[in-house]
């Protein structure tokens, strides 16, 4: 009667151990297909310039990329700054000849896809100053909020690195 009982009790005690496996991939997996959307905000020039838009305008690019598997539908972007007046400004799109190279919002993102909007710089809100905007935050369906980091990402510098140095002695 011992030996059954040893065997009953190692069979129950596998079952146990892949019972709380299983019950753990299955919350990391519902933790992993949640979305997840990565927004970035840089500068760009385009060249050569299309109809409309002069050579050398610094232009404002807006990205918001799906990272994760599950589907998101991006519905607006909006800038967020200090200063006086209400915090959030939307951005209603591109106009022009900006609007060939931005998404057309709502936009829904399968895994990898992007919706982009591309504006001027001086298409920005007049009460407020691009020294002043802290955040570009591209809202979805579900009423998230997905935030850049803080704008800008990265000043021009004007010191050498050592690698352009070794390229342009």
């Not at 297909?33 to 690019?61: H, M, R, W």
């Not at 993102?109 to 020294?131: C, H, K, V, W």
């Amino acid at each position: 009667m011992e030996k059954y009982e040893f065997w009953t009790l190692l069979i129950a005690t596998a079952g146990l151990v892949l019972a709380i496996v299983s019950i753990g991939w299955n919350i990391a997996l519902h933790f992993l297909s949640l979305p997840n959307i990565k927004v970035t905000a840089t500068t760009s020039f385009l060249y050569p310039s299309p109809p409309g838009i002069q050579d050398g305008e610094e232009l404002l690019v807006i990205q918001a990329v799906n990272t994760r598997t599950r589907v998101v539908t991006i519905t607006s972007f909006c800038m967020t700054g200090g200063g006086k007046g209400p915090k959030n400004y939307f951005i209603k799109g591109s106009a022009g000849p900006l609007q060939h190279f931005s998404t057309t919002l709502p936009s829904s993102l399968n895994e990898g896809q992007q919706a982009t909007l591309m504006m001027r710089r001086q298409q920005t809100n007049p009460d407020l100053r691009l020294e002043d905007i802290k955040y570009f935050i591209a809202w979805d369906t579900a009423g998230r909020q997905w935030k850049s980091r803080r704008y800008p990402l990265r000043k021009q510098s004007k010191k050498r690195t050592k690698a352009s140095r070794n390229l342009n002695p």
